[in-house]
């Protein structure tokens, strides 16, 4: 059971259930990444480097790599929730490359120069543990997860109590979310 004490309401909730947790604001504003939210490194880098950025929000986030000529070298499109998220790219070749990763709500390119002179084929992949996948319907990608997507509104500041009990056994959080979270119910 999920109890939002401010509002009163109450969601009751089985051990195979996903609890998706929405923050509602009433001016979402596109948030434009600015340089204290993109980073790259090493800078000049030999063959691989790594790149970091916060999202403002969830959903499809496509990093594209693009060569001096403005030729696209590499793309792969993430399914990210909001926060920060690490990168590896390997496979550069000497000379100057621009990474550009363009969200739902912001979008920014980074430079990097590359000393390799015998790059391969480029390779995009999340840092281990950085990142959240989400599906295209913004639901966190769980193997071997069963249960139904239940949705819970909140506002910030809301303080929720989380309910739990097996057998004569209970457990009792309490939690005061400040952003979309998918809370995987394990029974």
């Known amino acids: 059971m999920v109890e939002n004490i401010n509002k009163g309401t109450t969601l009751a909730l089985t051990g195979a259930d996903i609890l998706r947790l ?16 993109a980073n790259v490194y090493p800078n000049p880098a030999s063959g691989n ?7 403002p929000s969830a959903g499809e ?3 594209s790599v693009f060569d001096l000529s403005g030729k696209q070298s590499a793309i792969e499109t993430f399914f990210l929730e909001m926060g920060r998220h690490e990168f590896s790219i390997s496979g550069l070749q000497e000379g100057f490359c621009l990474i550009h990763v363009k969200g739902p709500n ?4 980074l430079r990097l120069i590359c000393t390799e002179r015998n790059g391969g084929r480029f390779i995009i992949r999340k840092a281990e ?5 989400l599906d295209k ?13 239940v949705d819970m509104d909140y506002s910030v500041g809301e303080k929720l109590i989380f309910t739990g009990k097996n057998g004569a056994y209970t457990t009792i959080v309490s ?4 952003s979309d979270k998918t809370i995987i119910l394990i029974s």
């Not at 912001?106 to 390119?109: K, M, P, R």
């Not at 543990?129 to 996948?133: C, E, F, H, N, R």
């Open 129 to 133: 543990g950085s990142v959240t996948l």
């Open 175 to 178: 939690y005061i979310p400040v």
């Open 22 to 37: 929405n923050l509602v604001t009433r001016n979402k504003v596109p948030v434009e990444a600015d340089k204290q939210t």
């Open 61 to 63: 986030v496509v990093i």
């Open 49 to 55: 480097a790594n790149f970091e950025f916060t999202s």
């Open 137 to 149: 319907n913004n639901i966190k990608v769980a193997r071997g997860v069963a249960g139904n997507y």
């Open 106 to 109: 912001f979008h920014f390119a």
